[in-house]
């Protein structure tokens, strides 16, 4: 089981790093160590090289960070040296700076605009994460990577340009930037990670027209051979069917796609990644297919207009949150097959009153069925119901997590058994049928009801003896 669930980590991460010493701590430190130097605003510490790194800012209001002291250049910006400033709306950093360390700018809430220096080699993850204020970035030419959540939850960020040698899109890189409407991909782009667009409510043309590795069509940005789905239009709308081929849905790739109303998954498709159709709010019909294997994080979160599911046989992962908070879901139909369904993966699915565990599950994480949320508070969902089978795991979990079940053994090959013995006498009967009508001119009545009867007798006690027999195997099974 995870420790902590991916949304968790996404506003989390990166914390300890910046707030595990208090800020007047961490200051009074650096005045007290050797090759320190502070200077009423910043504190600057001698790399081994001979230029300073920026450890610290204590002023109150910054609008450029210096490029030299005591005729030493400023090369870095150390780890947190920023974060949490609330003083920062408006930031040149000089182009002595060649690196940036993590956290470096982290949850700046005034920072607007911030001009990177030439020059910069490297750019930590979540250098700029929460910069909740930030409206445009321009990556310069020097840099090859965009490390993870470097600009997550940069809610007001619109305008993206990308550098000439950005070859990769870390995961999370550009997570909920809800105002990028349009982005261009530069020629050097090759990789995109987990979620690297996602939740972007208003992103409508994403242009790879100088690109080799990826194609934009039918409002889809996908890999040039068109087996992974990376980002669709926010402007799609109505059904739609994923391509044939394709074997990837990407994390977030329809995230945030208000108008789309269904979606037809072809069986090419063997991943649904991480928040893939999340906030879909108008998302009506999943329409999924055989060869489906994974259902991600989050997949379907907040589609509070889905109404049934049912999932493939071949899915063996139903990840935590999968369908959390589709609050009208009503019907679900999980097969023989599923393996694992993650924590909270069915969390405020208020309709949803009766689901029935298959015996091939193995692990059921916490929360996953019959609970919702009341003032920010969880609890067991009024009337809800758990059909399994003895021993399983679905048992385990409903008396885990004291929810209503009832147990069922009953052994599907075992129906399909009787039932098709039950076809065979039917047919049996037709076919008895026809030969006494043939023979009608030629037997006599009472011969006929003799026959009919004789038959009529040997077919009960087959059937009757055929569900003995089932009775006494399923016994046994108890045993």
């Known amino acids: 089981m995870k420790t902590m669930n991916k949304l968790a980590a996404l506003l989390a991460a990166g914390i300890t790093a910046v707030c595990c010493l208090p800020v007047n701590a961490f200051a009074d430190q650096l005045q007290s160590a050797e090759n320190t130097l502070y200077d009423g605003s910043f504190y600057y510490e001698l790399n081994d090289d001979k230029t300073y790194t920026i450890t610290r800012c204590s002023a109150i209001v910054v609008t450029e960070v210096p490029s030299i002291r005591n005729g030493t250049a400023i090369t870095r910006i150390g780890e947190g040296a920023f974060a949490d400033c609330t003083g920062i709306s408006t930031l040149t950093i000089p182009d002595s700076v060649t690196v940036i360390e993590k956290n470096a700018f982290y949850c700046c809430p005034a920072l607007k605009s911030v001009t990177l ?232 699915c208020d309709e949803l009153r009766q689901v029935s565990i298959p015996k091939s599950v193995t692990s059921i994480g916490d929360d996953a069925f019959g609970y919702t949320v009341e003032n920010s508070q969880r609890q067991r969902l009024d009337g809800f119901g758990l059909s399994v089978f003895s021993g399983s795991a679905g048992e385990k979990y409903a008396k885990s997590e004291k929810v209503k079940y009832t147990v069922t053994d009953v052994n599907i090959k075992r129906i399909a058994f009787i039932a098709a013995m039950i076809g065979f006498i039917a047919a049996a009967l037709v076919f008895a049928a026809v030969l006494m009508n043939r023979s009608r001119k030629t037997a006599s009545s009472g011969a006929r009801k003799a026959a009919k009867k004789a038959k009529e007798l040997a077919e009960e006690k087959n059937y009757k003896k055929i569900m003995d027999d089932e009775k006494d195997k399923s016994d046994e099974e108890d045993k």
Request: net charge negative.
């Open 117 to 348: 220096p030439r020059k910069l080699k490297s750019l930590g993850d979540h250098a700029f994460f929460s910069c909740n204020s930030l409206e445009s970035i321009e990556i310069p030419d020097t840099l090859t990577k965009i490390e993870p959540y470097t600009f997550a939850l940069c809610d007001n960020l619109s305008e993206i340009k990308l550098g000439e040698k950005v070859s990769e899109l870390g995961e999370y890189a550009f997570y909920r930037c809800s105002k990028v409407s349009e982005v261009k991909l530069p020629a050097s782009l090759e990789t995109i990670g987990d979620n690297a667009m996602g939740s972007w409510f208003s992103i409508k043309d994403i242009d790879t027209s100088a690109n080799n590795s990826f194609v934009f069509e039918d409002s889809m940005l996908m890999d040039k051979s068109k087996k992974k789905i990376y980002r669709a239009s926010t402007e799609i709308s109505d059904e739609i069917t994923i391509p044939q081929g394709a074997d990837t849905i990407c994390s977030g790739a329809f995230s945030t796609c208000a108008k789309l109303t269904g979606v037809h998954i072809p069986s090419s498709v063997q991943t649904i990644g991480d928040e893939a159709f999340s906030y879909c709010s108008e998302l009506k019909n999943v329409d999924f297919s055989e060869g489906l294997r994974t259902i991600g994080f989050g997949a379907f979160m907040f589609d509070q207009n889905i109404l049934s599911l049912s999932i493939p046989t071949t899915v063996e992962l139903i990840d935590e949150k999968a369908f959390s908070y589709c609050m009208k879901l009503n019907k679900l139909i999980l097969p023989e097959g599923v393996k694992t369904i993650g924590t909270d993966a069915f969390i405020v």
